[in-house]
């Protein structure tokens, strides 16, 4: 069966220092990839996606990158935090496009 | 470019009364609707999808295109129901290449109470 992960689970940063959340998926190949954000108080926001391995779209301007190096890992990261980085960040795969599976989450804390 | 609205923040309600969470869209073409939902220390999940047409612990939603609506209701709602509830689109045909993407809304937080 399909699963998917995603670490670290909570992660405290100041402001201006690097971040990289990872995301890797098993029991699939090819999947779609997404990162979506739940910022305090609205909805979640769509980040960024990837059809395949190199291929990333970004969905809003901002202060985040997103990388592909393998199949089955994407990975969020940035050079330099800011305040409104904060958020809930989720990783989720689909294939064939029916479902959309999310992972556990990870809490993003920038002081 | 397409866009879900859930107006209600906060929905409190009392156990076995009926609960409806409003989910309205716009977008041009013809969207496929989702309600999403998300327990407490769990995973956001799907909880039913307009094109099945399905019941799922109770829950009902209905697409009504006339008023770009995807209401989800339940007759008799549970404590175990209370949890996040989102609504997304998804803009059809599925392509993979285009990424078949969801949107979602802001989110509607269900308490029930005893």
Known sequence: SQTIHQWPATLVQPVGSPLSLECTVEGTSNPNLYWYRQAAGRGLQLLFYSVGIGQISSEVPQNLSASRPQDRQFILSSKKLLLSDSGFYLCAWSYSGNTIYFGEGSWLTVV | ?114
């Open chain 2, 1 to 114: 470019a397409q866009r879900v609205t859930q107006p209600e923040k906060l929905l409190s309600v009392f156990k076995g009364a009926p609960v409806e969470l409003k989910c309205n869209y716009s977008y041009s073409g013809s969207p496929e609707l989702f309600w999403y939902v998300q327990y407490s220390r769990q995973r956001l999940q799907l909880l039913l999808r307009h094109i099945s047409r399905e019941s799922i612990k109770g829950f009902t939603a209905d697409l009504n295109k006339g008023e770009t609506s995807f209401h989800l209701k339940k007759p008799f709602a549970q404590e175990e129901d209370s949890a996040m509830y989102y609504c997304a689109l998804r803009v059809a045909p599925l392509i993979k290449a285009a990424g078949n993407k969801l949107t979602f809304g802001g989110g509607t937080r269900v308490l029930v109470k005893p």
